[in-house]
């Protein structure tokens, strides 16, 4: 089994910044791409980013590209640093991993198979 627990969200004001944790234990296999989605409520779960442990393959959503960073440690953390924030990035963020063969499927949270408990996020205006 795969253990993720989110860390970091909070309440900040727009144009603020704030900066994710994802904590991963248990049967990690560093071939799993790891990713971030978020969730605002009535809404769809909207894929945020995601990369592979090499590092060298990152992916974003349309609408971080330029304010978010994924990034990871060796020690099986995965940090989303979000700057420029929004209003419309309010949502509860979940981290998650899972056996994804294709980058173009990264970006797609039905193909991820373990998911963190998911840390709230809120942007005032």
């Known amino acids: 089994q795969v253990r993720l627990v989110e860390s970091g969200g909070g309440l900040v004001q727009a144009g603020a910044s704030l900066r994710l944790s994802c904590a991963a234990s248990g049967r990690i296999f560093t071939r799993f791409p790891m990713g971030w989605f978020r969730q605002a409520p009535g809404e769809e779960r909207e894929f945020v980013a995601a990369?592979?442990?090499?590092?060298?393959?990152k992916y974003y959503g349309d609408s971080v590209k330029g304010r978010f960073s994924i990034s990871r440690d060796a020690d099986y953390t995965m940090h989303l640093q979000m700057n420029a924030l929004k209003p419309e990035d309010t949502a509860v963020y979940y981290c998650?991993?899972?056996?994804?063969?294709?980058?173009?499927?990264?970006?797609?949270?039905?193909?991820?198979?373990?998911w963190g408990q998911g840390t709230q996020v809120t942007v005032s205006s």
């Open positions: 990369l592979r442990w090499s590092g060298q393959h």
């Open positions: 998650a991993t899972g056996d994804i063969a294709t980058d173009q499927d990264m970006t797609l949270w039905r193909a991820y198979d373990y």
